[in-house]
């Protein structure tokens, strides 16, 4: 399951339920996250280019 929480409201912005298979760097790169977001992901996912992108666009992450 793939999460997106709008701290604003606290609720669930978006919800993504995949089989097993679907690896979440899928999921994550398909949202619109707008500038000032916080993306929180586990130490299993590592993707520098896709970080930097990220960074650009004033979406902090953490690791």
Not at 27 to 48: M, N, R, W
């Amino acid at each position: 399951m793939h999460t997106l929480l709008d701290h604003d409201g606290h609720i669930p912005a978006f919800v993504a339920v995949t089989d097993a298979r679907t690896h979440e760097s899928r999921a994550a790169k398909a949202l619109e996250l707008p500038k000032g977001s916080i993306v929180v992901f586990d130490k299993g996912f590592i993707s520098y280019p896709w970080f930097r992108t990220l960074g650009a666009k004033g979406i902090f992450f953490v690791t």
